[in-house]
């Protein structure tokens, strides 16, 4: 472990001033941030806890929700109007982690946490550009089975992890950022960054600037919404494929859909293509299924994960067979 200084900030300007100090890292539950640092895969000299600035969930003028970046996981999960309203969101965290893990782990870090691909935790014995830029890319030859189908560049082709976000991405959530100079919002869906030459930047985040919360929009369509996760064992494994969809019917027709997909790009993906080719279209199967091929279409299996090709397909198209059918 490489020695570093800890402070537990009391509101967000004390978080920034702290923060500004070069080598410095925000603190959330330290699920993800601490094992990288047992691993010196991290190393930074300052540690600044953001688990006592606001946590709270509130409701916005426009009928959605604000959710403070401090907020744990289970309490996000537990609330009544993410549960009735957003249900997708609820059921995305808690298909991931495990309990314990779910009530240390933050809003703000979960969507900062970083690839579980295997050679970014080897720094003993593997190449990866994202650890160590310009070394190379093991997994692009190696054992790739996890990896992304899209997203993906030949510097890096590493999923991103999180269940949380798959959901915020289909929901059109909003990220709530803050720095010295600025306040500023950006869409979830933006805030990942893709890999190409630089996968070392994973986000468009500037040094120091602090998550402050997560904005929901005002979405009744949302209350039918369902979250599907696909993976190894039946808890505590990350996402194969994982598919969030928010869908509304009427008549037989998708009047509305949002679709994100997960464990088969490298940032949370959200499914336009897909949303696109549906609506105002028959909600029947084959429609379903013609989407999610639409979104595919893109896609660039490597040697071991060319099974995430049909296994998203699939799951898109029950997921929204699923929905359309009135279950959610
Ligand atoms: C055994 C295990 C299994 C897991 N399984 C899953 C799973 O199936 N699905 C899943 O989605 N996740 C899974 N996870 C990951 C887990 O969800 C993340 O570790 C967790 O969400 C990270 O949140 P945290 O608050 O602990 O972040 P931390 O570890 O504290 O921080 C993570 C990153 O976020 C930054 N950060 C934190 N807060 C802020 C802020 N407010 N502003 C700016 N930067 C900030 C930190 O600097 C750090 O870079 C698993 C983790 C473990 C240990
Ligand atoms: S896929 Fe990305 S994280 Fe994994 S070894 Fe290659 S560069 Fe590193």
Redesign the pocket.
Known sequence: MIPFTYARAADAEDALRRGAVVGARYLGGGTNLVDLLRETIERPGTLVDVTGLPGTIEGTADGGLLIGAAARNTAVAEHWAVRTRYPVLARAIVAGASAQVRNMATVGGNILQR?R?P??YDPGG??????SPGQG????DGFNRS?AILGGSP????THPSDMCVALAALGAVVHLRSWDRERTVPLTELHRL?GDR?EIETVLEPGELITAVELPGLPLAARSTYRKVRDRASYAFALVSVAAVLEVDGGTVRDVRIALGGVATKPWRAWQAEEALRGGPAIEESFRAAAEAELAAARPLRDNGFKVELAKRTTTAVLEELAGGGA
């Open positions: 690839t691909c050679y970014f593997s190449r990866c550009n994202k650890r890319c093991d997994a692009t990896a510097s890096c082709v590493a890999p996968p």
